[in-house]
């Protein structure tokens, strides 16, 4: 989930390249690390240090900013809406939290829970598919972010993530 959250923020990068000097920062995910403890496989994040926030839960709601934290926060909501027209739809990445532009522990929601009726589940039991998207096309609402990526208005009445 992690690396797929990552190529995600890369492919973003690709596309505020010429855009870049409004978009400013981008968010990104440090290197995680494989680890086993005992006979279980374990990943490891760096900490991080500064204040922790939570700019989008794994529900798809986004979640108020503090005084002075809107620009944040709106470019994270910008980031699940950009993983939507990314994946042609198939991908929500949500759960966006961390200090700062650095993020951690990512979710990410599937437009369907697994492929061709297999019983595994895409990105694990905690996909948190239907909510997320019915919650994130409810409380989404486009800011200067989304219109600097042109990304399609969405709108929940005609399911967008259907259309694309």
Excluded: W
């Excluded at 240090?49 to 839960?57: E, H, M, Q, T």
């Excluded at 700062?100 to 492929?115: F, K, M, V, W």
């Excluded at 219109?147 to 208005?153: E, G, I, N």
Aim: charged share 25%; aromatic share 12%.
């Amino acid at each position: 989930m992690h690396m797929a959250a990552k190529e995600i923020l890369n492919r973003l990068k690709k596309n505020i390249k010429y855009i870049e000097e409004f978009f400013g920062e981008m968010f990104s995910y440090d290197t995680i690390y494989f680890a086993l403890l005992g006979d279980l496989p374990v990943t490891l994040e760096p900490i991080l240090s500064g204040k922790f926030c939570k700019y989008a839960n794994n529900n798809g709601i986004p979640e108020k900013p503090g005084p002075g934290d809107e620009d944040l926060y709106e470019k994270a909501e910008a980031v699940s809406h950009f993983s939507l027209a990314e994946s042609g739809g198939k991908l929500l990445l949500l759960d966006l939290q961390g200090v700062g532009h650095n993020l951690c522990d990512p979710e990410i929601a599937t437009s369907s829970i697994n492929q061709n009726g297999q019983d595994e589940q895409f990105f694990c039991a905690g996909n948190p598919q239907d909510h997320a998207y019915e919650t994130f096309f409810a409380y989404h609402v486009c800011n200067t972010y989304c219109r600097l990526l042109s990304l399609k208005h969405i709108d929940p009445e005609n399911q967008y993530i259907k259309k694309i």
